[in-house]
């Protein structure tokens, strides 16, 4: 089992940065592959960009490319999503989730077993 637990949501203002955590905890989780999703009310859950917790291999998805930036705290099995050049788009509740692959791809291709509860981000002037 994993357990994932999101922080560092807020407010931010158009063309801001925002860094967002997720501490990861459980047995085996350097066989795992932690990605971060996103969901607005209504429309589809998005994937954005994944990273195997065993060798840091990072998939990201092309919406996002460039302006988002996923790590890992080796140490603390922490996982991070920097995002820069926000927009009011950006606007969504913002998850972490974990399957049970080295190949990031397949987390964010196919989903994932083990989710946070959410973490919002506001775009806002």
């Known amino acids: 089992q994993l357990q994932l637990v999101e922080s560092g949501g807020g407010v931010v203002q158009p063309g801001g940065s925002l860094t967002i955590s997720c501490a990861v905890s459980?047995?085996?989780?350097?066989?795992?592959?932690i990605g971060w999703f996103r969901q607005v009310p209504g429309k589809e859950r998005e994937a954005i960009a994944c990273?195997?917790?065993?060798?840091?291999?990072?998939y990201y998805a092309d919406s996002v490319q460039g302006r988002f930036t996923i790590s890992k705290d080796e140490l603390y099995h922490t996982v991070y999503l920097r995002m820069d050049s926000l927009n009011v788009a950006d606007t969504a509740t913002y998850y972490c989730a974990g399957r049970m692959t080295v190949v990031p791809a397949q987390t964010c291709q196919n989903g994932a077993d083990y989710w946070g509860a959410g973490t919002l981000v506001t775009v806002s002037p």
């Open positions: 459980g047995y085996s989780v350097k066989y795992y592959s």
């Open positions: 990273i195997s917790l065993r060798d840091g291999e990072i």
